[in-house]
């Protein structure tokens, strides 16, 4: 039964068209490295000094017993920096590969800076990493949107990896002043594009099987005035002809006034997913 119905879907496919925007173009930044880079480096400039995000502290949580101290760790994707430096303090020895160069930058100042001499990284695009170098762990998080030839980079994943993989990325539903609009005036929605579950059978076609864990999650957003709040919490709306007074009246069930600020409390998931190479 399992066996008829490969071949009938694409699923790497249905990834690509998810990666494009509500008007059926690819954006800019997917497929133009330099503004990539551009966004980064602004990041970067108006965030320096940021912590990591609250939630990455749950996450972590759950991959670290996954992994030895002794293990070798490939980290694609770094960003921030959210599990880098946990998992420098969990093991011996961490390489990092990602595309950005202000990035790596800022991550390498922060190394120098807090005195972590275990993490090495390289300039790279993970769908354009060929070394035949093999980790005891491969990980991933919230690494793969602007990967197209996601297959490729999957099964790249597996091959790298000698004990484990790890791969994961966050999802969540709407927030429920969008529904509310739904619901009550009609507005349609940029409902997420795509999700864990594309990711999952991706890794079916490839005759990877496996495990997955969702994790609870919780964040607060928080901005400076009312219109900036007003702003971030219409744009899921795909209606032309907002009318603000709707979305005021939508939003105000679910922001909280504190402290000269709003506050918007949202719950959302990851979906965690590992397999062991040599199982599949």
């Known amino acids: 039964m399992i066996t008829e119905g490969r ?8 990834w690509q068209e998810g990666m494009k925007d509500w008007s059926g173009r690819m954006p800019e930044r997917m497929i133009n490295d330099t503004l990539e880079e551009q966004f980064w480096a602004k990041y970067i400039e108006k965030n320096a000094g940021k912590e990591p995000d609250p939630y990455a502290e749950g996450i ?3 991959i670290a017993p996954f992994i030895a101290q002794s293990d070798t760790v490939l980290e694609i994707g770094p ?48 769908e354009d990493y060929n070394k035949s170098e093999q980790y005891d762990i491969v990980f991933g998080m919230n690494c793969f949107y602007r990967i197209y030839e996601i297959k490729r ?7 790298s990896a000698k004990k484990l993989a790890i791969i994961g990325v966050t999802f969540a539903p709407m927030r429920p002043h969008y529904i509310d609009l739904h619901n009550k005036f009609g507005y349609a929605l940029k409902y997420p594009r795509r999700d864990y579950i594309d990711l999952m059978n991706i890794l079916y076609e490839l005759d990877i ?36 007074a709707q979305v005021e009246e939508a939003v105000k069930n679910y922001v909280e006034f504190k402290e000269g600020r709003y506050h918007y409390k949202h719950q959302f998931k990851a979906a965690i997913l590992y397999w062991h190479p040599s199982f599949t």
């Not at 590969?97 to 800076?113: F, G, N, P, W």
């Not at 980079?153 to 091959?159: D, G, S």
Request: charge should be negative.
């Open 153 to 159: 980079a999957l099964q790249q994943i597996h091959t």
């Open 209 to 244: 099987h496996a495990n997955c864990q969702i994790v609870n999650l919780e964040k607060t957003y928080t901005y400076n005035s009312y219109d900036e709040m007003i702003h971030a919490n219409s744009v899921k709306l795909l209606t032309p002809n907002i009318e603000r």
């Open 7 to 14: 071949g009938k879907v694409d699923f790497e496919q249905i």
């Open 79 to 126: 960003g921030w920096g959210n599990y880098t430096f946990p998992l420098a303090k969990h093991v011996e020895k961490l390489t990092c590969v990602d595309s950005s160069a202000s990035m790596i930058e800022y991550l390498q100042r922060k190394c120098d800076d807090d005195g972590y001499n275990n993490i090495s990284f390289i300039h790279e695009k993970w």
């Open 60 to 62: 972590f949580k759950i």
